[in-house]
């Protein structure tokens, strides 16, 4: 699978953007989708992820509350709704897919065999 990322840009703190991650293969609703990001120097790391069925999402605690991921398995896609965005949000941001990841190992990069080229998201102050 295929994954290509978009949506990322400059905006003010308090503002909103949406993330799109568009994904190429029949196998869509098979996968585990998660959102990553990473600024220079630092690990990557997990913003949320959403299981198979839709149903089940979960968010790394500084974006829970604020940020929202959701799949719409017909037009092979994902979504992060960023809202109340903050300066310490900036960083690049990542699609990532998996269909092996279960609860335990959601927020592990490792646990990934796919990923998007990423997307920038700069919040400014």
């Known amino acids: 699978v295929q994954l290509q990322a978009s949506g990322g840009g400059l905006v003010q703190g308090g503002g909103s953007l949406r993330l799109s991650c568009a994904a190429s293969g029949r196998t869509f609703g098979r996968y585990t989708w998660s959102w990553f990001r990473q600024v220079p120097g630092r690990e990557r790391e997990f913003v949320a992820g959403i299981f198979r069925s839709g149903d089940n999402t979960y968010y790394a605690d500084s974006v829970k509350g604020r940020f929202t991921i959701s799949r719409d398995n017909s037009k092979n896609m994902v979504y992060l709704q960023m809202n109340s965005l903050k300066p310490e949000d900036t960083a690049v941001y990542y699609c990532?897919?998996?269909?092996?990841?279960?609860?335990?190992?959601?927020?592990?990069?490792?646990?990934?065999?796919?990923w998007g080229q990423g997307t920038l998201v700069t919040v400014s102050s």
């Open positions: 990532a897919a998996s269909t092996s990841v279960i609860l335990s190992t959601i927020s592990r990069s490792t646990a990934y065999g796919y």
